[in-house]
């Protein structure tokens, strides 16, 4: 599961503002955000969580039952 969101408003911070920050297009933090991605770069990750003042475990979970369904 990808928590982008709940990060997001933890922060008060717009998708459109963290995308700006990152330097990616808000369509490729959208498909990050839906758990769409098949993947994602550790250099997004860093700056994901650099700007976010975060973890990675805070933004992606694991759970079993979700990758049945991939």
Do not use: H
Not at 3 to 30: P, W
Not at 56 to 63: A, K, R, T
């Amino acid at each position: 599961m990808v928590n982008i969101d709940v990060m997001l408003a933890t922060r008060k911070m717009r998708s459109k503002d963290l995308a700006e920050k990152i330097g990616i297009t808000t369509a490729n933090l959208s498909i990050l955000k839906s758990g769409k991605a098949k993947a994602i770069r550790f250099s997004t990750l860093e700056a994901i969580c650099k700007e976010l003042d975060c973890q990675p475990s805070d933004i992606l979970e694991y759970s079993s039952d979700i990758s049945k369904d991939i």
